[in-house]
């Protein structure tokens, strides 16, 4: 085999960073002997000095690839006197990766088009697109990202024609690596997925483009607000780097988890990745590597308030990136460095910063840095009081950041990216609303409140959008039946591990806990690419966002008003908006508020122990377990948190909802708020954008819900695709379906059929009654160890990682019964014992009624959210296992077009809270699902309160005839009434959300 022909082998296999290792063995065949010509001492020369550099260059370190750029240089007339082109090409080639390698970007710009010349000239169809794709890379650095496309686009196009796997799977990630810089992420995800196939045929053992590859896809995520999601990918190339013992990689790797951990606010974890990183670029000579850690040091810092710190660092990152002509990093470096010049109070200099960055990122087409560089500048002319050069950045970066979200065909995704951009539209709705203060008349107030909207729910607005559009119809079949096993898998794995859970080792549970991981990151892949290459995706665009006028005509009656709250800093505000007025108010600091709707959430929930669901940590105070003991002092420290929370709120439009029904769009903590448990606001004189000028002592201790129904939104535009999917149905044939009194385990007595008996329930009627089940008395006294209080939550034992028993909840029967005393045989369905089945739930029989009801524990994952949901018969008849867990992403496919979806159990209003998107809950799921309106609870409900408290809500809604929300404030207000359960925990944790009407 001849030298040229195994160095074009060298070139298609497998080669450690930046080839790294040996040519091999020669085997060599005297065949003739002859004199030495001229051009024989030529290449022997080149050959010494080219693999004497080779060697050098895999070392790594910055004083042996300097050596190696000599020995290349040495090697290079040699090959040219030997008239041999093919070496001369490829010595040029690894020559311009040296300078590359260094970061000496133009001189390896030179010498790759140099070597690009060369190999054009001889035909080589495998060093061509090698050399293009390199070209692709400089260009990239310094800036030029149309042209690398294009040298990326010239080599996948000689790389498919020829068939060459391993050179499709760089091009593919180097183009990914492109569009996602422009904020294509959807386009950019497309690529790296094509690309992994590649890097893992069976001829291409490549383990470190695939590393780049996991690399370039974990970056998306992160840039998607997903740290979690892109760890798995980055963890997964870093093991690669260590393995073949690549440095690059390595600390690149390093770099990449660190932002992860930024994102994720785990600041030490980030700063511990970052000095890794910087220990290997030292000693290999990476300044361009050196300059991001730099930055992410100098980000650690300045969050921590370590501003001289912060700043040293950013200002050595801006000159390492001057040096090497790294346009995106000297980008980078000036808009982290205005940030901080701001916090140390520099402002001229800031401003300067931001200028330069906003230019580069023009000038390299970065869609992102331009949006962040154009918040930055806008918040900076908003402190400087230059309203309107805010306002025209801060709409620009908004456009750039809605044109980025939109083309995201994961909702989760889009939610998350739009929660890492929050601050964007907060900033754009505090500018509308102080040129609201100085030009009162012109609209700005109204344009802040869509603004707001605009920040809200687009997630649920997405999801609603596309049940109509019906993007899965015509989808492609292999991708629904993957789906569909996805899902199956899941809840497999899920029962197992809720299983195996109460015998089984940790390591195991983590096991199947990883598993259920591995398999959701797929099913979330799968549904992506349904999304994103149905045939009726195109169909989905930007929902409408619903106008001050459009709710005030199409919206809103006489007797509503709608109150929408925006949480920020350093102000936070409030819009009310009737079928005839408007007005807006400025209120205290997202901080404030947030603080005190937590102790109120406290005090009035009775709950201690934190929810995984919870904001902040809620409950952190506590040092106990269980219930709070309500000492003599409670109720006067009650009085004032609520009294405070409803004077802000409600004191400024305290005489606007007199007597009105009040439909609250929360934000923040204040989604966790249970406002019928708040006194009634003293209506107070104040200036618009002034907080209330009540003192709260001078408010009355009347409860909200005697005067006001109330119902919620996860926001205003949420109500208008719910009324068009429900103005596009028949109602449903029969009234109600109650499922209640599940089977959790072997022991039950009901297990044990033979020796059922007949006996009379509370209701009157005649019901099926099993050995061992406890009696009315016994029910009502808490006899025979019938525990006095319990809870209807599987997160008060533990979380489904390490699920705890689940208690029989015996009031759950006599609740079905006395829901069903309201209802006509014929109209109900009464779904007990193993009736109350997972597979009545998933079966579509339940969307014949207008009112589904669960009565059962409710199940909150903290790992996994969407696996959270309410729990059915988890075994049969025989006692034998089976999976009974209703899961989120179970109810988000059911067909469930009811009236009303009542979920009587814990904390069933609650789930993940993604910032401006709102609560990831069951709620929504059901909503989603076809549901008009949800009445769900917002911490762990008493089994015996809850069964009380649904008799009266059933009793207004079906004996009476009242609608579901004024059912509800009936319901509340009958408790409230009782001496036993006259404490909010007990009935103000129910609420309901969707359509009032």
């Known amino acids: 085999m001849t030298a040229q022909e195994q160095k074009r082998q060298i070139v298609g296999a497998e080669r450690r960073q930046y080839y790294g290792s040996d040519l091999g063995t020669y085997n060599v065949t005297l065949q ?80 790759f088009e140099q070597a690009l010349g060369v190999w054009q000239s001889i035909g080589d169809s495998m060093g061509e697109p090698w050399t293009l794709s390199n070209l692709g890379s400089v260009s990239e650095r310094i800036g030029d990202r149309e042209k690398a496309l294009q040298y ?74 997903d740290p979690s999601g892109a760890a798995q990918f980055h963890r997964r190339a870093l093991e690669l780097a260590v393995e073949f013992r690549t440095d690059h990689l390595q600390a690149g790797s390093l770099q990449h988890l660190a932002r992860t951990h930024l994102s994720a606010n785990a600041r030490q974890d980030a700063l511990m990745c970052v000095q890794r990183a910087r220990e290997i670029q030292d000693k290999i000579g990476d300044r361009r590597g050196q300059a991001a850690s730099l930055l992410l040091l100098g980000t650690i810092h300045q969050s921590e308030g370590q501003l001289e710190q912060a700043l040293d660092q950013q200002e050595r990152a801006l000159q390492l990136s001057l040096e090497i002509g790294d346009q995106s990093g000297e980008a980078a470096a ?43 500048t806008a918040r900076l002319e908003l402190e400087n009081g230059r309203l309107p050069q805010a306002l025209e950045h801060i709409r620009k970066a908004i456009k750039i950041v809605e044109e980025i979200r939109i083309r995201v065909a994961r909702l989760e995704l889009r939610s998350q990216y739009l929660a890492s951009v929050h601050e964007y539209y907060e900033l754009y709705r505090d500018v509308l609303m102080q040129l609201h203060r100085v030009h009162p008349s012109e609209g700005h107030a ?87 290459n149905g045939p009726r995706f195109l169909q989905l665009t930007q929902v409408p966002l619903v106008s001050v006028q459009t709710l005030q005509q199409e919206v809103l009656d006489s007797d ?6 925006g949480l920020g800093e350093p102000h936070s505000h409030l819009w009310a908006v009737t079928s005839a007025s408007f007005t807006s108010h400025e209120l205290p600091s997202r901080r404030q508020i947030e603080e005190t709707s937590k102790r109120f959430y406290r005090l009035v929930s009775g709950a201690l122990r934190e929810s995984a669901f919870l904001p902040g940590n809620l409950g952190a105070e506590e040092a106990n377990q269980g219930l709070v003991r309500r000492h003599d002092d409670v109720p006067n420290t009650l009085h004032a948190t609520g009294t405070w929370l409803s004077q802000t709120l409600l004191g400024p439009v305290a005489s606007q909802i007199q007597g009105k029904r009040l439909i609250i769009v929360a934000d923040g903590a204040l989604q966790y708020l249970p406002f019928a448990a708040l006194p009634r ?39 208008l695709p719910l009324r068009q999917q429900l103005s596009r149905r028949q109602p449903a044939a029969k009234q109600i379906a109650v499922l209640a ?43 025979d160890g ?212």
Request: aromatic share 8%; charged share 25%.
């Open 560 to 565: 509503s008003v709608l109150l929408e709250f």
């Open 334 to 376: 000036r808009s982290l460095l205005a940030v901080t010049l701001v916090a140390s109070g520099d402002r001229i200099r800031a401003e300067e910063d931001l200028q330069r960055a906003l230019a580069l990122h023009l000038q390299t087409g970065d869609r992102e840095g331009e949006a962040n560089s154009r918040f930055h």
């Open 152 to 225: 990326y686009q010239r080599a996948l196009d000689i790389y498919t024609s020829t068939g060459d796997a391993r050179g499709k799977g760089i091009s593919l990630t180097a183009m990914g690596g492109i569009y996602a810089s422009w904020g294509e992420k959807q386009k950019a995800l497309a690529f790296l997925r094509r690309a992994l196939p590649n890097w893992m045929a069976k001829n291409v053992t490549d383990y470190l483009g695939q590393a780049q590859a996991l690399n370039r896809m974990g970056g998306v995520l992160t840039s998607l607000g």
């Open 786 to 997: 019938l525990p006095g209080d319990l809870y209807r939550t599987l997160e008060e034992n533990g979380s489904s990682d390490s699920p705890g028993k689940l208690s029989r909840l015996i009031f759950s029967r006599q609740e079905a019964n006395a829901i069903l005393s309201y209802a006509g045989p014929r109209q109900s369905r009464k779904a007990l014992d193993f009736e109350a089945s997972r597979s009545l739930a998933v079966s579509g029989e339940l969307g014949q009624y207008r009112i589904v009801h669960f009565a059962t524990h409710g199940v909150a994952d903290r790992a996994t959210p969407g696996l959270s949901g309410i729990a059915l018969s988890l075994v049969n008849q025989r006692g034998q296992p089976q999976d009974g867990f209703l899961r989120l992403h179970d109810i988000y496919r059911l067909q469930l077009p009811a009236d009303l979806v009542v979920l009587s159990a814990c904390n069933t209003a609650l789930g993940k809270d993604i910032h401006g998107e709102g609560l990831i809950a069951l709620t929504r799921g059901f909503m989603v699902a076809g549901a008009a309106r949800v009445v769900a609870s917002l911490w762990k409900v008493d089994d015996r309160a809850t069964a009380e408290f649904m008799k009266h809500f059933y009793s207004a809604m079906l004996k009476d005839g009242v609608p579901p929300a004024a059912a509800l404030r009936s319901a509340q207000r009958a408790l409230w009434r009782q001496e036993r359960w006259h404490e909010p925990r007990y009935w103000a944790a129910f609420q309901i959300q969707g359509e009032w009407r």
């Open 32 to 111: 003739e002997k002859r004199s030495a010509l001229p051009a024989d001492r030529f290449r022997g020369l080149a050959e010494r000095a080219f693999l004497q550099g080779w060697r050098l260059r895999s070392e790594e370190s910055l004083p042996s690839v300097r050596q190696a750029l000599n020995r290349f240089l040495e090697a290079l007339p040699h090959w040219k006197a030997s008239g041999d082109p093919f070496d001369e090409a490829y010595t040029l080639t690894f020559l311009g990766e040296a300078y590359q390698q260094i970061s000496e970007y133009r001189l390896a710009l030179r010498t």
């Open 681 to 719: 606001p003293s209506p107070s004189v104040k200036n618009e954008g002034s907080s209330s000028a009540k003192k709260p002592s001078e408010a009355v201790w009347n409860r909200l819900v005697e005067a006001h129904d109330l119902v919620h939104l996860p926001s205003a535009s949420s109500l």
């Open 741 to 783: 009194d599940p089977v959790f385990e072997d022991a039950d007595p009901r297990v044990q059929k033979t020796l059922a008996v007949k006996r009379v329930g509370r209701s009157g009627s005649h019901d099926t009654k099993f050995a061992g089940e406890v009696t009315t008395l016994q029910q009502e006294t808490g006899a």
């Open 446 to 532: 109204e344009a802040a409140f869509v603004v707001n909207e605009q920040a809200k729910a687009r997630g649920l607005l997405d999801a609603l959008d596309e049940a109509g559009v019906a993007v899965r119809q015509d989808a492609e079949p292999s991708l629904l039946k993957r789906e569909r096993w996805l899902q199956q898998r899941i809840n497999q794995k899920a029962h197992l591990r809720s299983q195996s859970s109460f015998a089984s080792s940790v390591a195991q549970v983590a096991g199947l806990s990883r598993q259920i991981e591995e398999l959701s990151v797929q099913l979330r892949e799968v549904q992506e690419t349904l999304r994103a």
